[in-house]
């Protein structure tokens, strides 16, 4: 049910009257991204197979510059694996006059990582809080800073400093993190600051102390999950693309992309038809193999309606 009313939601976003029109396309199609190159290029790959003359103009950016891009018309779409922030939406209210438009084109989730041979079995969310921070505003009692702190008594684990490696700045699922996890709480003075993603995964699988966090995408070899108990709850839940689906997972995101839409006029016809193509059956099979999950019928049904009116 949180699942279904997150996707909902998303495709709900208001326009107002007074607006002027959205850049006209000429060449390819510009996309900033920050994580998500290799699907859209096969996107792109596949449409190019039946129409040679489509082509993107694919930038890797950090999710903060994706939202900037697009409010100063240097891109025509901004996929990012967050929501924009309301001071984004404010100011591409501003720029326009009108806020922009989005569509759920997938969903992922945030999966606690850890190096395959940690023993550690399961984790509540405020523990994993109480791990990362000094304020500890999920709740949790006391401070996390070994694993035996978290029943990791046996060989040397019960002294063993937890290492927390985060993610870089600008990266949108560690604003996930921030608002789902530790509510904006401080960070403790010893966690790792990763310079990419591929440097957190890289510690992570050296050091059998380390935890972080990442997408579904980038459970690689030598690194594991730990299943999470969902508040409230007894049971802790395995990630996986059937628990993300059902939404019985409870770290469960959307994957959005954000464009340019004045009211009441046409999307511009290479951008629709790449729309299309992302939220059609085709599209959508993509999106497992890249540590994605394809969104419900239902959605897509209506995402289709909102492109078409």
Not at 51 to 57: G, H, I, R, V
Not at 169 to 180: K, M, P, V
Not at 243 to 258: D, F, Q
Not at 267 to 276: A, D, T, Y
């Given at each position: 049910?949180?699942?279904?009313?997150?996707?909902?939601?998303?495709?709900?976003?208001?326009?107002?009257?007074?607006?002027?029109?959205?850049?006209?396309?000429?060449?390819?199609?510009?996309?900033?991204?920050?994580?998500?190159?290799?699907?859209?290029?096969?996107?792109?790959?596949?449409?190019?197979?039946?129409?040679?003359?489509?082509?993107?103009?694919?930038?890797?950016?950090?999710?903060?510059?994706?939202?900037?891009?697009?409010?100063?018309?240097?891109?025509?779409?901004?996929?990012?694996?967050?929501?924009?922030?309301?001071?984004?939406?404010?100011?591409?209210?501003?720029?326009?006059?009108?806020?922009?438009?989005?569509?759920?084109?997938?969903?992922?989730?945030?999966?606690?990582?850890?190096?395959?041979?940690?023993?550690?079995?399961e984790l509540r969310i405020d523990q994993f809080d109480a791990i990362w921070t000094t304020?500890?505003?999920?709740?949790?009692?006391?401070?996390?800073?070994?694993?035996?702190?978290?029943?990791?008594?046996?060989?040397?684990?019960?002294?063993?400093?937890?290492?927390?490696?985060?993610?870089?700045?600008?990266?949108?699922?560690?604003?996930?993190?921030?608002?789902?996890?530790?509510?904006?709480?401080?960070?403790?003075?010893?966690?790792?600051?990763?310079?990419?993603?591929?440097?957190?995964?890289?510690?992570?699988?050296?050091n059998q102390a380390a935890i972080g966090y990442g997408g579904l995408g980038e459970v690689?070899?030598?690194?594991?999950?730990?299943?999470?108990?969902?508040?409230?709850?007894?049971?802790?839940?395995?990630?996986?693309?059937?628990?993300?689906?059902?939404?019985?997972y409870p770290l469960t995101r959307v994957v959005y992309l954000y464009f340019n839409r004045?009211?009441?006029?046409?999307?511009?016809?290479?951008?629709?038809?790449?729309?299309?193509?992302?939220?059609?059956?085709?599209?959508?099979?993509?999106?497992?193999?890249?540590?994605?999950?394809?969104?419900?019928?239902?959605?897509?049904?209506?995402?289709?309606?909102?492109?078409?009116?």
């Amino acid at each position: 049910m949180r699942l279904r009313s997150i996707l909902t939601a998303a495709l709900l976003l208001g326009s107002c009257l007074q607006a002027q029109e959205s850049p006209k396309v000429t060449g390819p199609i510009t996309i900033c991204s920050y994580d998500m190159e290799p699907l859209i290029l096969l996107w792109q790959d596949l449409l190019r197979s039946g129409e040679a003359n489509f082509k993107l103009d694919v930038r890797p950016n950090s999710a903060t510059e994706v939202a900037k891009a697009l409010i100063e018309g240097k891109s025509q779409l901004a996929p990012i694996n967050r929501e924009f922030k309301p001071d984004e939406i404010a100011a591409f209210n501003a720029k326009w006059g009108y806020p922009p438009t989005r569509i759920a084109i997938g969903v992922d989730a945030l999966v606690v990582l850890v190096q395959k041979n940690n023993p550690l079995k399961e984790l509540r969310i405020d523990q994993f809080d109480a791990i990362w921070t000094t304020s500890r505003l999920s709740g949790h009692p006391k401070d996390i800073s070994t694993w035996g702190d978290l029943g990791l008594l046996t060989g040397n684990w019960a002294n063993r400093p937890i290492v927390c490696v985060d993610r870089p700045e600008g990266d949108g699922l560690r604003e996930y993190f921030r608002q789902n996890i530790t509510k904006g709480g401080r960070n403790k003075e010893t966690n790792h600051q990763s310079s990419d993603a591929m440097t957190l995964i890289e510690e992570l699988v050296s050091n059998q102390a380390a935890i972080g966090y990442g997408g579904l995408g980038e459970v690689f070899n030598n690194l594991r999950t730990v299943p999470l108990i969902p508040p409230g709850g007894k049971i802790a839940v395995e990630p996986s693309y059937e628990s993300v689906a059902s939404g019985e997972y409870p770290l469960t995101r959307v994957v959005y992309l954000y464009f340019n839409r004045a009211p009441n006029r046409p999307i511009e016809s290479s951008v629709l038809k790449f729309l299309q193509f992302v939220i059609s059956s085709k599209g959508q099979k993509q999106l497992a193999p890249m540590g994605f999950v394809p969104l419900p019928q239902d959605v897509l049904v209506m995402n289709k309606k909102r492109l078409e009116n």
